[in-house]
């Protein structure tokens, strides 16, 4: 099993895209070799992303395991670094599993208009660029990763999206791009400035540097990193795309994508700049309780149940950022908690609704109801999720947001107690206002009676869950019911890596 | 005995062994009481699985799981009783951080009378309600999933009984929650009443956020979550000023959503929209005690947290006594209990809060059994009648003998007559407030005691007009009303005969109760001291007085009067609309964040934030077009060409999708990821 400590992330993050190589010499006709060889490709990443859980020493989860570690392009000193700690391996799992899910979904369902090869394709050279983004640790492999998603993501939406696709897709194509203009400036100042693209060295050698240059380089690294995720108000492109794109883009964007955003902050940006950190954290706080509440509003008030979905994630990723924010263990465990719980849960509310849609052909939540009395078991999944997504102890949903709460308790050294308590109770207002919004929600589309045979679309197909859906969704009910009963499953590896993260600032 | 013995070394090693309260001598059942909330909770996972596929649809399993468990309860009760020490043990959940503040949070459990005599409570109502369900709810279609959620109900509220960390008891409080939640709901082809469990889960979230943000500011104040260990320092001194007085008022903020008291008392008379027997469960055992358990089990940490128990006493007679007037003008003959049940919450918080610890205790134990058995009595009358309306009933003492006699005999209870258990209760607590009056000099303990003699007159009274209209004068309603069946009878005679009786546990000087619930961190007896013959001759003379003046007016009608057409009709459309408080959350808050403010926001989002985006976007392809017309055009002629290239490139990738051709495609993909890395480089 030693191999793995020098292969298994190469082989968890390029299987996948070797995946995508052999495909294309699969003729296009032969839709099952084409699944199958696209789900075999994501199992068999995920195996590899297994066999690393076992050779992982959950003792020394803070430091930087399985690492390799080779010359690149030596011109520019970018290396091929990569390697696995407690903060990366949870969300490098996640993108495995939930890619590997999404795979069985589509043999259940493809999106219009079919051509299931080039879908898998795309899907297969994401996964390679998100799980590399996870695994880099040199800047500009990073950013190669972080570009590489881009692409195949723009062309789910744009091709296989819902009216408004090519809008959505290349306003998230450009508005990343845009944001990413800026971090890629902020890795050459550092690079210029330090001499290095790696980032551990440039953690432990730290930024010799005035306090203005930091932020400012802080301030690029923000808007990357802040349009990613998106924070308040770089959020607008986010419901668009996720109301075009087809229900596994959805899944994939917001069960992944949008923490590549957060891991930024995380990995980079804070460890790195800690000293603007510090000076940034106020600013990051609030917009993070603003996003919070204000998503909730806008959930509040959405006719469409994938744009409410949508809106939602603005919310739980603003709990994510305010515990960023707090820059103290309990709050940044608590938003890699939640990143890995609000991938789990909103990756499954967005396989519910893209599921609703895909049985009613609408998504209108006037259009719907008394889901429960007709598909009884879609509707306790639907109950289920959207519970675990509002926070109730027990699920996935509630640690991340009561620790990054506990966290604005008392934040960090070097932060005003005063402004993090006022937004502790902006975040507590906003947990009142989600419960609000989903079980309202629920009632509607769960509850009451369901539309009579007359009133639904000519195409309604209305059957209960299948057995593939089965298969694609168990894994994410057990983790959601898991991780909240024992929340040690991602706590006990994410803890060491953050007080690694956090000894920056002499914590 | 093996297994007693690792027990005792686990507890050793990992309990926390510093107070002098922790005996480590667990009898033979008392280190297993973590089995009366755990079988529950795995009961309702049998049941929500296979209890379709169960003869009984799944019944059997949420019975004997409990009766286990009021089993477990029962015997560890009696090795309590029979001097074995209280047991705390905890296993860690997990930790974070190091240094000065790691974050060791546990779960565990806390066995001692309180944890006991609430077993015993919220074990015996649950099992009863649940033998009555089989036969009220068996038409229901939804008859499994109901039973699934009574298990999830009750294990939660033992789960949280027995926590020794506050964060334990935070999860099981909130588990609590969202089980009301889907039992409130439960016939929810009705939006009424799935609006009713949104209202109740959304008013208790509302106290939830106050409870939560109260333990941490507790945890910030004394470094741990563990209940005994606050309370020692609370008692040492240790935790004192300013902030400890946020953290006890935060702590009941939660308390005053979940057991109803002024001004979030709101959500309970619409939670009578679930099934009769989840009421029943509700208001007796599994839901708004929690509040009253949180303060008891806190009792050390509230009585040393500056003034904090004075706002927890006012606050109580205040809601004993509005609740009590409302009570008055229900015609819903729930909704008369479910105003009771706030009401006596009241006198249960104000207890603690003038420091009668034991008879706070003691009422909420008596009032589970004839509450319960009002409920289901009611609920019994319901099924007869098929309406919850008291103007629908009349004369049923003839047709419903059981259900009758069972609910008279709970009313007196209710009302503190002797020598049934609410006199005794009650008696307590009035006597605990002059008490506290008499002896601390306080204004806000003389308040309580007001309140609660003009209440335990109004309890009466209101309940007479219940008894009267329900089961007195001719039959109102539709049909012929029938008495219910044997599943449904014997448990109301279970309740009444635990009416007449488990008063007699509290007899002041001899009964055991003030020997099991001691106050914490004191050396005297629970029960007052300051008790005479004056006190409870006087109180149950105020209670015959009400039920007197109820059979004036409502069985003799002596007085036909139209209070609408006299001067104090606008008393009464203020009693009548609940004194405005649910109108003003709803058209005050709820009702424009959900309409006005919401679609405000999203306005702005659409119109504002996202019309920038889109304002920049369009600045931008106006730009390049000047850019391309003036700069490209008549200048720099030649990177024409280069600009037609990769628009023929954008356009071809595009044309390639469409006609499915993907290998081109991917390929150019590739090409596109390779020249960028080729920039990089060059770069």
Same mark, same amino acid.
């Given at each position: 099993? $030693?191999?793995?400590?020098?292969?298994?992330?190469?082989?968890?993050?390029?299987?996948?895209?070797?995946?995508?190589?052999?495909?294309?010499?699969?003729?296009?006709? +032969?839709?099952?070799?084409?699944?199958?060889?696209?789900?075999?490709?994501?199992?068999?990443?995920?195996? %590899?992303?297994?066999?690393?859980?076992?050779?992982?020493?959950?003792?020394?989860?803070?430091?930087?395991?399985?690492?390799?570690?080779?010359?690149?392009?030596?011109?520019?000193?970018?290396?091929?670094?990569?390697?696995?700690?407690?903060?990366?391996?949870?969300?490098?799992?996640?993108?495995?599993?939930?890619?590997?899910?999404?795979?069985?979904?589509?043999?259940?369902?493809?999106?219009?208009?079919?051509?299931?090869?080039?879908?898998? =394709?795309?899907?297969?050279?994401?996964?390679?660029?998100?799980?590399?983004?996870?695994?880099?640790?040199?800047?500009?492999?990073?950013?190669?990763?972080?570009?590489?998603?881009?692409?195949?993501?723009?062309?789910?939406?744009?091709?296989?999206?819902?009216?408004?696709?090519?809008?959505?897709?290349?306003?998230? /194509?450009?508005?990343?791009?845009?944001?990413?203009?800026?971090?890629?400036?902020?890795?050459?100042?550092?690079?210029? +400035?330090?001499?290095?693209?790696? @980032?551990?060295?440039?953690?432990?050698?730290?930024?010799?540097?005035?306090?203005?240059?930091?932020?400012?380089?802080?301030?690029?690294?923000?808007?990357?990193?802040?349009?990613?995720?998106?924070?308040?108000?770089?959020?607008?492109?986010?419901?668009?795309?996720?109301?075009?794109?087809?229900?596994?883009?959805?899944?994939?964007?917001?069960?992944?994508?949008?923490? @590549?955003?957060?891991?930024?902050?995380?990995?980079?940006?804070?460890?790195?700049?800690?000293?603007? #950190?510090?000076?940034?954290?106020?600013?990051?706080?609030?917009?993070?309780?603003?996003?919070?509440?204000?998503?909730?509003?806008?959930?509040?008030?959405?006719?469409?149940?994938?744009?409410?979905?949508?809106?939602?994630?603005?919310?739980?990723?603003?709990?994510?950022?305010? !515990?960023?924010?707090?820059?103290?263990?309990?709050?940044?465990?608590?938003?890699?908690?939640?990143?890995?719980?609000?991938?789990?849960?909103?990756?499954?509310?967005? /396989?519910?609704?893209?599921?609703?849609?895909?049985?009613?052909?609408?998504?209108?939540?006037?259009?719907?109801?008394?889901?429960?009395?007709?598909?009884?078991?879609?509707?306790?999944?639907?109950?289920?999720?959207?519970?675990?997504?509002?926070?109730?102890?027990?699920?996935?949903?509630?640690?991340?947001?009561?620790?990054?709460?506990? !966290?604005?308790?008392?934040?960090?050294?070097?932060?005003?107690?005063?402004?993090?308590?006022?937004?502790?109770?902006?975040?507590?207002?906003?947990?009142?206002?989600?419960?609000?919004?989903?079980?309202?929600?629920?009632?509607?589309?769960?509850?009451?009676?369901?539309?009579?045979?007359?009133?639904?679309?000519?195409?309604?197909?209305?059957?209960?869950?299948?057995?593939?859906?089965?298969?694609?969704?168990?894994?994410?009910?057990?983790?959601?019911?898991?991780? !909240?009963?024992?929340?040690?499953?991602?706590?006990? *590896?994410?803890?060491?890596?953050?007080?690694?993260?956090?000894?920056?600032?002499?914590? | 005995?093996?297994?007693?013995?690792?027990?005792?070394?686990?507890?050793?090693?990992?309990?926390?062994?510093?107070?002098?309260?922790?005996?480590?001598?667990?009898?033979?059942?008392?280190?297993?009481?973590?089995?009366?909330?755990?079988?529950?909770?795995?009961?309702?996972?049998?049941?929500?699985?296979?209890?379709?596929?169960?003869?009984?649809?799944?019944?059997?399993?949420?019975?004997?799981?409990?009766?286990?468990?009021?089993?477990?309860?029962?015997?560890?009760?009696?090795?309590?009783?029979?001097?074995? $020490?209280?047991?705390?043990?905890?296993?860690?959940?997990?930790?974070?951080?190091?240094?000065?503040?790691?974050?060791?949070?546990?779960?565990?459990?806390?066995?001692?009378?309180?944890?006991?005599?609430?077993?015993?409570?919220?074990?015996?109502?649950?099992?009863?309600?649940?033998?009555?369900?089989?036969?009220?709810?068996?038409?229901?279609?939804?008859?499994?999933?109901?039973?699934?959620?009574?298990?999830?109900?009750?294990?939660?509220?033992?789960?949280?009984? =027995?926590?020794?960390?506050?964060?334990?008891? &935070?999860?099981?409080?909130?588990?609590?929650? *969202?089980?009301?939640?889907?039992?409130?709901?439960?016939?929810?082809?009705?939006?009424?009443?799935?609006?009713?469990?949104?209202?109740?889960?959304?008013?208790?979230?509302?106290?939830?956020?106050?409870?939560?943000?109260?333990?941490?500011?507790?945890?910030?104040?004394?470094?741990?979550?563990?209940?005994?260990?606050?309370?020692?320092?609370? +008692?040492?001194?240790?935790?004192?000023?300013?902030?400890?007085?946020?953290?006890?008022?935060?702590? &009941?903020?939660?308390? *005053?959503?979940?057991?109803?008291?002024?001004?979030?008392?709101?959500?309970?008379?619409?939670?009578?929209?679930?099934?009769?027997?989840?009421? %029943?469960?509700?208001?007796?055992?599994?839901?708004?005690?929690?509040?009253?358990?949180?303060?008891?089990?806190?009792?050390?940490?509230?009585?040393?947290?500056?003034?904090?128990?004075?706002?927890?006493?006012?606050? #109580?007679?205040?809601?004993?006594?509005?609740?009590?007037?409302?009570?008055?003008?229900?015609?819903?003959?729930?909704?008369?209990?479910?105003?009771?049940?706030?009401?006596?919450?009241?006198?249960?918080?104000?207890?603690?809060?003038?420091?009668?610890?034991?008879?706070?205790?003691?009422?909420?134990?008596?009032?589970? /059994? &004839?509450?319960?058995?009002?409920?289901? !009595? #009611?609920?019994?009358?319901?099924?007869?009648?098929?309406?919850?309306?008291?103007?629908?009933?009349?004369?049923?003492?003839?047709?419903?003998?059981?259900?009758?006699?069972?609910?008279?005999?709970?009313?007196?209870?209710?009302?503190?007559?002797?020598?049934?258990?609410?006199?005794?209760?009650?008696?307590?607590?009035?006597? $605990?407030?002059?008490?506290?009056?008499?002896?601390?000099?306080?204004?806000?303990?003389?308040?309580?005691?007001?309140?609660?003699?003009?209440?335990?007159?109004?309890? %009466?009274?209101?309940?007479?007009?219940?008894?009267?209209? %329900?089961?007195?004068?001719?039959?109102?309603?539709?049909?012929?009303?029938?008495?219910?069946?044997?599943?449904?009878?014997?448990?109301?005679?279970?309740?009444?005969?635990?009416?007449?009786?488990?008063?007699?546990?509290?007899?002041?000087?001899?009964?055991?109760?003030?020997?099991?619930?001691?106050?914490?961190?004191?050396?005297?007896?629970?029960?007052?001291? &300051?008790?005479?013959?004056?006190?409870?001759?006087?109180?149950?003379?105020?209670?015959?007085?009400?039920?007197?003046?109820?059979?004036?007016?409502?069985?003799?009608?002596?007085?036909?009067?139209?209070?609408?057409?006299?001067?104090?009709?606008?008393?009464?459309?203020?009693?009548?609309?609940?004194?405005?408080?649910?109108?003003?959350?709803?058209?005050?808050?709820?009702?424009?964040?959900?309409?006005?403010?919401?679609?405000?926001?999203?306005?702005?989002?659409?119109?504002?934030?996202?019309?920038?985006?889109?304002?920049?976007?369009? $600045?931008?392809?106006?730009?390049? +077009?000047?850019?391309?017309?003036?700069?490209?055009?008549?200048?720099?002629?030649?990177?024409?060409?280069?600009?037609?290239?990769?628009?023929?490139?954008?356009?071809?990738?595009?044309?390639?999708?469409?006609?499915?051709?993907?290998?081109?495609?991917?390929?150019?993909?590739?090409?596109?990821?390779?020249?960028?890395?080729?920039?990089?480089?060059?770069?």
């Amino acid at each position: 099993m $030693g191999w793995i400590d020098d292969w298994g992330v190469a082989l968890a993050t390029f299987l996948p895209a070797l995946g995508a190589i052999v495909l294309l010499f699969v003729p296009s006709v +032969q839709d099952r070799t084409v699944k199958l060889i696209g789900t075999i490709s994501t199992f068999l990443a995920l195996v %590899a992303g297994i066999l690393i859980l076992f050779r992982f020493d959950y003792g020394r989860s803070g430091e930087i395991q399985l690492e390799v570690d080779t010359q690149w392009i030596p011109t520019i000193d970018a290396r091929y670094h990569v390697g696995l700690d407690g903060i990366s391996l949870p969300l490098l799992e996640l993108s495995l599993l939930v890619t590997f899910l999404c795979a069985i979904y589509l043999w259940f369902h493809v999106p219009e208009p079919g051509k299931v090869k080039a879908f898998f =394709i795309l899907m297969l050279l994401l996964e390679t660029g998100m799980n590399g983004s996870f695994v880099a640790l040199d800047l500009i492999l990073f950013f190669i990763f972080w570009e590489l998603v881009l692409v195949p993501m723009y062309f789910m939406i744009g091709v296989w999206g819902g009216p408004r696709r090519e809008y959505a897709a290349v306003k998230f /194509f450009l508005y990343t791009l845009f944001g990413s203009v800026f971090m890629l400036l902020g890795f050459l100042a550092l690079y210029l +400035q330090a001499g290095s693209f790696d @980032m551990l060295e440039l953690r432990s050698q730290g930024i010799d540097a005035s306090r203005t240059f930091q932020n400012l380089v802080f301030l690029g690294l923000f808007l990357g990193f802040a349009i990613k995720v998106p924070m308040w108000p770089f959020h607008t492109w986010l419901p668009d795309a996720h109301t075009e794109a087809p229900t596994v883009g959805s899944v994939l964007l917001a069960a992944i994508l949008l923490k @590549m955003g957060t891991y930024g902050f995380v990995r980079i940006a804070i460890p790195i700049l800690p000293e603007a #950190a510090v000076d940034f954290a106020p600013i990051i706080g609030i917009l993070a309780v603003i996003a919070i509440i204000y998503g909730a509003l806008c959930c509040l008030a959405q006719t469409d149940l994938k744009r409410l979905i949508a809106f939602s994630s603005v919310g739980h990723m603003g709990f994510v950022m305010l !515990g960023i924010a707090t820059l103290n263990d309990a709050g940044v465990n608590g938003a890699i908690f939640g990143m890995v719980a609000h991938g789990l849960i909103t990756g499954m509310l967005f /396989f519910i609704a893209g599921s609703v849609h895909e049985r009613y052909h609408t998504r209108e939540i006037g259009e719907l109801g008394g889901m429960l009395a007709r598909l009884p078991r879609f509707g306790t999944l639907l109950t289920y999720t959207a519970i675990a997504s509002l926070g109730l102890p027990g699920l996935a949903g509630f640690w991340g947001e009561a620790l990054a709460l506990l !966290g604005s308790y008392q934040p960090g050294a070097g932060l005003d107690p005063v402004l993090f308590r006022i937004l502790m109770v902006g975040g507590g207002i906003g947990t009142i206002l989600t419960a609000g919004y989903f079980l309202w929600t629920l009632q509607r589309v769960n509850l009451g009676r369901h539309p009579e045979a007359a009133r639904l679309h000519p195409h309604a197909r209305i059957i209960d869950v299948q057995p593939l859906e089965w298969w694609a969704w168990a894994p994410l009910l057990v983790l959601i019911l898991a991780a !909240g009963v024992y929340p040690k499953l991602v706590l006990g *590896v994410t803890d060491g890596a953050v007080q690694n993260v956090l000894r920056s600032f002499g914590g | 005995m093996v297994n007693v013995q690792q027990a005792l070394i686990f507890a050793q090693e990992h309990g926390e062994t510093d107070t002098a309260e922790t005996v480590l001598d667990p009898g033979l059942i008392g280190g297993f009481v973590w089995l009366v909330p755990l079988l529950p909770i795995l009961s309702f996972f049998v049941i929500l699985f296979f209890g379709k596929r169960m003869r009984d649809r799944g019944h059997a399993v949420g019975i004997l799981s409990i009766g286990a468990g009021l089993l477990i309860s029962l015997v560890s009760f009696l090795e309590l009783a029979g001097g074995r $020490g209280t047991i705390e043990r905890s296993w860690t959940w997990f930790e974070l951080g190091a240094g000065d503040h790691p974050l060791h949070l546990e779960f565990g459990m806390n066995l001692d009378f309180l944890t006991a005599v609430m077993f015993v409570v919220v074990c015996t109502i649950s099992l009863l309600v649940q033998i009555y369900s089989v036969g009220y709810m068996h038409d229901d279609s939804r008859y499994t999933i109901f039973y699934a959620m009574l298990s999830l109900f009750t294990g939660s509220m033992l789960f949280m009984v =027995i926590a020794n960390s506050l964060l334990q008891l &935070f999860v099981g409080w909130e588990l609590v929650g *969202v089980c009301s939640y889907f039992l409130i709901g439960h016939y929810w082809e009705e939006k009424e009443n799935s609006s009713a469990a949104i209202k109740a889960f959304i008013t208790n979230r509302v106290g939830d956020v106050s409870l939560l943000f109260g333990i941490w500011a507790l945890f910030t104040l004394s470094g741990t979550f563990n209940i005994n260990d606050i309370n020692h320092m609370a +008692q040492e001194g240790d935790l004192g000023g300013p902030l400890a007085v946020v953290a006890a008022l935060l702590l &009941f903020g939660g308390v *005053v959503s979940k057991s109803a008291q002024f001004p979030l008392y709101v959500w309970l008379p619409d939670a009578m929209a679930g099934p009769t027997p989840v009421s %029943a469960l509700i208001h007796a055992a599994t839901m708004v005690v929690a509040g009253v358990y949180l303060v008891a089990r806190m009792f050390v940490f509230f009585e040393h947290a500056g003034g904090a128990l004075n706002v927890v006493a006012l606050i #109580a007679a205040i809601t004993m006594l509005l609740a009590a007037v409302l009570a008055i003008v229900q015609d819903d003959i729930k909704r008369v209990l479910a105003y009771s049940t706030v009401s006596q919450l009241g006198y249960m918080v104000a207890a603690l809060g003038v420091g009668a610890y034991t008879a706070g205790v003691f009422h909420l134990f008596t009032h589970a /059994f &004839f509450k319960a058995c009002l409920f289901l !009595g #009611a609920g019994s009358v319901i099924h007869a009648v098929h309406s919850n309306n008291l103007s629908d009933m009349g004369g049923l003492r003839r047709y419903m003998p059981h259900t009758f006699r069972t609910f008279i005999i709970a009313s007196l209870g209710l009302a503190g007559i002797f020598p049934l258990a609410g006199f005794f209760s009650k008696d307590e607590i009035i006597g $605990g407030a002059l008490r506290s009056a008499s002896e601390g000099d306080q204004a806000v303990a003389w308040v309580v005691f007001g309140s609660a003699i003009i209440t335990a007159f109004l309890t %009466a009274f209101y309940m007479a007009r219940a008894c009267i209209k %329900a089961f007195w004068g001719e039959y109102r309603g539709h049909g012929t009303p029938h008495e219910s069946p044997g599943s449904m009878v014997t448990p109301l005679w279970i309740l009444a005969v635990g009416t007449l009786t488990v008063g007699f546990l509290g007899i002041p000087v001899i009964g055991p109760f003030q020997d099991w619930i001691t106050v914490p961190g004191h050396e005297h007896h629970g029960f007052s001291t &300051f008790y005479n013959l004056v006190l409870p001759v006087g109180s149950v003379l105020v209670a015959l007085l009400g039920i007197y003046l109820g059979y004036l007016i409502f069985y003799r009608e002596r007085w036909r009067y139209d209070i609408l057409a006299g001067p104090f009709a606008w008393a009464y459309r203020f009693v009548e609309n609940k004194y405005f408080l649910d109108d003003l959350y709803l058209n005050g808050i709820v009702n424009p964040t959900k309409g006005a403010i919401a679609r405000a926001t999203y306005w702005s989002n659409q119109h504002i934030l996202d019309g920038a985006v889109n304002k920049v976007a369009a $600045g931008t392809v106006g730009t390049a +077009q000047v850019t391309y017309d003036v700069l490209d055009q008549q200048i720099v002629d030649y990177a024409v060409n280069g600009a037609a290239g990769i628009t023929g490139l954008t356009g071809g990738i595009l044309k390639y999708i469409q006609t499915g051709n993907v290998q081109r495609y991917a390929a150019i993909l590739f090409g596109a990821v390779v020249i960028f890395v080729v920039l990089l480089v060059l770069l």
